[in-house]
């Protein structure tokens, strides 16, 4: 049974029966998908620009994972970017967290968001075999 993700608006304190207001979470999308026609589904993870701005810079995940990949939203212009593969995902989340990013995941992908790009670094300085 696939449990629905809803952001908590209130949290108790202590037993007390008042409530205070919880700041509202951003949400990271992961979810399987084939990158090219007749290919297995990779796990990609993707945030929204707010989350990863000041975060992340853009060569970043580049250098940190080997490549980033960009979705944009045609609903609304929104743009994402994120990595793909399963371990790749869970570092990127990592490192949001570790630098002050809040957020929960949610394993589905969003209704109206395409792929834009996917870029994929280059070894030049790849010792010779």
């Known amino acids: 049974m696939a449990r629905s993700v809803r952001p908590r608006l209130f949290r108790v ?3 007390v029966s008042t409530v205070r207001p919880m700041s509202r979470k951003q949400v990271v999308y992961e979810f399987p998908e084939a990158l090219k ?8 993870c ?3 620009q707010e989350i990863i701005q000041g975060k992340l810079s853009k060569d970043e995940p580049i250098a940190e994972f080997g490549g980033c990949i960009s979705y944009i939203d045609d609903a609304n212009g929104a743009e ?3 990595v793909w593969g399963a371990r790749n ?3 990127f989340r990592s490192i949001l967290k570790r630098r002050g990013a809040e957020f929960s995941v949610q394993h589905t ?5 395409r ?3 996917r870029t994929v670094a280059t070894r030049r300085d790849a010792p010779a075999v």
């Open 37 to 44: 026609t007749r290919q297995s589904l990779r796990t990609v």
């Open 115 to 117: 792929l834009k790009i």
């Open 13 to 15: 304190y202590l037993g």
């Open 89 to 91: 995902a869970g570092r």
């Open 80 to 82: 994402y970017l994120g």
């Open 46 to 48: 993707i945030a929204h």
């Open 109 to 113: 992908r969003p209704i109206s968001v």
